[in-house]
């Protein structure tokens, strides 16, 4: 039938070009925005899952920084710890020197006072972003011997969980001004000899036997806390390469969720491109059918005349 109020071909092939203009407006948006998914109406599903992805690689990122802090909190307390070790050994080699008879041992123990000053520097030194490690207050409010270095940042079925690296300082601390409980500043005993790295002196030591038993003493307690110094470096140099460890983790886990959140909203370009093309002929096409079936309405015309 021939109407001329209602042309049907006119209204499908209008019908046709809104929905490639739809099409290509879609397409238009997602090569503009490089996103396929750039709010909850365009895939609800995958927006929710990349929002919450994305939120909690902020969350890995802030990981990935208190690591670095970490790091270097441990460096340089493992830096210090090296330089302790250096001291200590001076002093035990101070000590065997002054093992022979008739040296001047005040002379020697003036340099010990030295040796254990820079100890006590070092020690209170040592200090990153207001972390001491190595000389302590145990008697402190609020102290805890223990110290934690987060380390990672997980999800499980909804449920956040923080996980640490942690550093007992109970067993690193050189000083500690509570009770003397310091690898240095505690009281060792050898046979009858009580004394600590910080504290012994052997000006008044004579030649007597025991006088010598207790120079020996001193020698066997510095070699105790060198052993214990060498076994706190350990310690750190082992924490400090599990942090490394962790921070390269991090950093590759972060690549992962980036890549992950790009295969749920990222547009194909080269897809994109194609698709937009094939609907701007679809397009031009669609505008030559609307123009030919408006015209229908022309023909009508034709009926009528004489």
């Not at 001329?4 to 503009?32: C, E, F, G, H, V």
């Not at 460890?245 to 909203?265: E, P, R, W, Y």
């Amino acid at each position: 039938m021939t109407s001329l109020l209602t042309n049907a071909s006119a209204i499908t092939a209008l019908q046709n070009l809104n929905a490639t203009n739809k099409a290509m407006q879609t397409t238009q948006d997602r090569i503009s925005t490089g996103m396929r998914v750039a709010n909850a109406s365009d895939n609800a599903a995958y927006w929710a899952i990349a929002t919450t992805m994305k939120s909690d690689n902020s969350a890995i990122s802030t990981v990935k920084d208190a690591l670095g802090m970490g790091a270097a909190t441990v460096d340089v307390a493992a830096a210090a710890m090296n330089t302790t070790s250096e001291l200590v050994s001076q002093i035990k080699a101070k000590l065997v020197a002054a093992r022979e008879p008739g040296l001047d041992r005040g002379k020697v123990q003036a340099e010990i006072t030295q040796l254990q000053e820079q100890l006590k520097s070092v020690a209170d030194s040592s200090v990153f972003s207001g972390e001491n490690w190595l000389s302590v207050d145990s008697a402190a409010a609020g102290y805890n011997s223990t110290k934690s270095v987060v380390s990672s940042f997980t999800r499980s079925a909804g449920t956040i969980v923080i996980g640490t690296i942690d550093v007992d300082i109970a067993q690193t601390a050189l000083y500690d001004s509570n009770g003397q409980l310091g690898v240095l500043d505690k009281s060792r005993t050898v046979n009858a000899t009580t004394s600590s790295v910080a504290t012994l002196d052997i000006s008044a030591i004579t030649d007597s036997a025991a006088d010598l038993q207790t120079l020996d003493d001193y020698i066997n307690i510095v070699d105790a806390a060198l052993t214990d110094v060498t076994t706190s470096a350990s310690d750190l140099g082992a924490v400090k390469n599990r942090i490394g460890m962790q921070m390269d983790f991090v950093s590759n886990l972060m690549d992962a969720v980036t890549k992950g959140i790009g295969q749920l909203i990222d547009a194909d370009m080269s897809k994109e491109s194609t698709r937009l093309q094939a609907l701007q002929v679809q397009q031009q096409l669609g505008v030559q059918s609307l123009s030919i079936a408006n015209q229908n309405s022309q023909q009508i015309l034709s009926l009528f005349k004489g």
